[in-house]
């Protein structure tokens, strides 16, 4: 066990939110990118993330806000969000995502509005918590390599 | 170790698959940003690129600056597939497809469209290190395609291009044309319909001499796509069909040229004219082998051509007893050059050469030798050595070009060893020695293997023998620790090049020269240092001619190294 509270912090942190299904495999992927030459690498691809995920989820919107729904664009959109949110291993995201596809697919316009709002539910909740982490990772100095949750 | 030649720009040689070039398309700055990461902690070089279209200028700019194009299905200018197409067509290079959707039609979609593989989005590292396996794969099949259009057969497996040796074998041609049959057949019918497939060209034979005339005739130094296209005068061929078929053909001559260059170094080896003086004392082998009976050697070299090589061995060891027997040391030195010609001249007539024989299998044991250092072999050490014109007219007879090739660190350690030995003795005999030897000699020095026996199972005992009942006191001394030392090697390297009379010159030049008179196959690292000049100049190539008949039983360029080490570590 870490004896750095921060540090001991931070891996508890990072367990939960594997623990409780916010992250995946990717993650520890990005973590394993870390390295010298970029030792924020995790901290950047996040932001970026989720700089350019805001652009898309506002596509969405928009099209949403037009009736009839167009559920090819939709489709095409939360294709895109998706592949995005991959990226950084944002599962439950990701599981919306795919939810909402489906009710595209189907034609399902209030699937398709209801599944959105959990979206981006659980696209905010996400964002905070791994801020969080991102600002205890700061204190607490270089991490040590990233170690797979259990 | 070299990887490709022509069509690179950049030299990524020796750390292949490092360095490899990666163009990745995708329009998610996340992905794009962990792309770059993850190619680039595989030692690939990496641009990125948001846009299609700007992916498509680039490649269309740097005509061969990228291996191998990753590429995002979805993307907002362009359709992933078109993409794919323009990249296949124009640029001919492998492309892997991206996306989160792994759906089977779009993974067919993908295939169909030429992709070599479709990535499934998160991507891991894992699954990018063996990106290479694409360019590699794909370099394969492209200079086997021009080389089955060619008729011949330079890559004998895929591990060619990575050097593991030409090998010119007859066997080779047919999975070639069969490759290529199948590969006709399957091409056709997307020549058929190149709207909704790649289009891709058949080229046919006729068709690819058609190219190859057009391109002679512009002259290949100012050859260009349209102008081929020009000359051939086919209305369905494209400039991008005749871009990316010059390509290969360039790869495919690349690799023609290196193998020439390779084989020319050795034939090219130039015999000067012995000055009279230098006659001397080799003599000792030569002289006698004018008094030999012709039929002796008449039977030592008819057996050599029909491949019962070990008893050929017998014969000349016996004949070879004879000749180290009867060595003078003091002889008129004119005398000499003469009976070496006329002993010479018999022979030719008795021994009927095949140089059949010499090409096919020929070919690697040559090349182990290149794998020793050069400079064990500074000629520089050996001032008096030179080779002799009269060593020509032996060229057409070969026997020699049965011999097996000595392995170049077995030699080595021979000549260290009968330098030591044989230098207060011989000195003034042994450096002119080695120049003169003679056919004859040389069989002797070189036990013929037959067909089945590899080099480690070489018949060394009629050798031996030979060097036992030698009279001469002194010269049977140096032999005999000589033949203790061959025997010694011969279990590592499988020949026995057992007279110390011969000295470390005759097994160096030996070494250096590869006196196939026909092509072989050899292995590139190891020409580059059998073409040192000074190595080669000076040694008469039928010297080295040995074919291994049987390239099952070339030993392996990484065992040449081994040994190779071994001995010299």
Known sequence: MERNPLRRQLQIMRKSLFDQGYLDEQFVQLEELQDESNPNFVEEVVTLYYRDSARLILNIEQALERKPYNFHKLDAYMHQFKGSSSSIGAKKVKAESTLFREYCKSGNGEGCMRCFQQLKKEYTTLRKKLEAYFQVARQAGPMETACRPK | ?569
């Open chain 2, 1 to 569: 170790m070299v990887f490709l030649e022509g069509g690179f720009s950049s030299p990524r040689n020796d750390a292949f698959p490092a360095g490899l070039r990666v163009l990745v398309v995708d329009d998610d700055p996340t992905w794009l940003k962990i792309l770059e990461k993850m190619l680039k902690k595989c030692s690939y070089e990496v641009t990125t690129c948001g846009l299609a279209r700007d992916a498509l200028s680039l490649l269309r700019e740097r005509k061969n600056g990228y291996d191998i194009v990753i590429s995002d299905v979805n993307m907002p200018d362009m359709d992933g597939f078109k993409l794919l197409e323009h990249v296949g067509l124009e640029m001919d290079l492998p492309v892997i497809m991206m996306s989160v959707d792994g759906e089977t039609s779009r993974v067919m979609k993908g295939v169909q469209h030429g992709a070599c593989d479709y990535l499934l989005k998160p991507i891991r590292m894992k699954e990018l290190r063996n990106i290479w396996q694409h360019v590699f794969r794909k370099k394969i099949h492209e200079v086997r395609d021009i080389e089955s259009l060619e008729g011949i057969q330079l890559t004998r497996s895929g591990c060619d291009l990575f050097d593991d040796g030409y090998f010119l074998g007859g066997d080779d041609t047919t999975s070639g044309r069969k490759r290529k049959d199948a590969d006709n057949k399957h091409e056709d019918r997307d020549l058929t319909d190149p709207s909704t497939k790649k289009a891709r060209v058949v080229w046919t034979v006729d068709l690819h001499q058609k190219f190859v005339r057009a391109v002679n005739q512009i002259g290949f130094d100012k050859v260009g796509p349209k102008k081929i296209l020009d000359l051939m005068n086919v209305p369905w061929l494209t400039r991008e069909n005749v871009a990316s078929h010059l390509q290969k053909y360039r790869l495919y001559l690349s690799r023609l040229q290196k193998e020439s260059d390779i084989k020319n170094s050795f034939m090219g080896m130039k015999h000067t004219d012995p000055p009279s003086k230098d006659s001397t004392a080799s003599f000792g082998l030569h002289k006698p082998m004018n008094t030999m009976p012709d039929d002796v050697l008449n039977g030592t070299y008819s057996f050599s051509m029909s491949n019962s090589l070990a008893q050929s061995v017998d014969l000349k060891g016996q004949a070879d007893r004879n000749r180290i027997t009867s060595v003078p040391m003091a002889e008129p030195k004119g005398a000499l050059s003469k009976d070496i010609s006329d002993s010479q001249k018999t022979k030719s007539s008795q021994m009927s050469f095949d140089h059949s024989l010499g090409s096919v299998d020929s070919g690697v044991s040559f090349a182990s030798f290149g794998s020793t250092n050069p400079s064990p072999y500074s000629w520089t050490n050996i001032p008096e050595i030179q080779f002799k014109q009269e060593y020509e007219p032996f060229q057409p007879e070969n026997g020699f070009n049965q011999l097996p090739l000595p392995e170049p660190s077995m030699i080595e350690k021979e000549v260290n060893r009968s330098r030591t030995e044989v230098k207060p003795l011989f000195d003034e005999y042994r450096s002119n020695l080695v120049e003169h030897l003679s056919p004859a000699d040389l069989v002797d020095l070189f036990p013929v293997q037959s067909k089945t026996q590899t080099l480690k199972n070489q018949v060394f005992n009629p050798i031996s023998a030979t060097k036992s009942s030698m009279k001469t006191k002194d010269i049977s001394q140096n032999c005999l620790a000589d033949s203790e030392f061959a025997q010694r090697n011969m279990n590592a390297a499988g020949i026995g090049v057992p007279l110390a009379s011969l000295s470390e010159d005759l097994q160096i030049c030996w070494l250096q020269g590869d006196g196939y008179p026909m092509n072989f196959a050899l292995q590139d690292f190891e020409c580059s240092e059998y073409n040192n000049p000074a190595l080669i100049a000076e040694t008469p190539f039928y010297l080295f001619g040995a074919p291994r008949f049987d390239h099952e039983h070339l030993l392996d360029p990484t065992e040449y190294f081994a040994i190779d080490q071994g001995l010299f570590a």
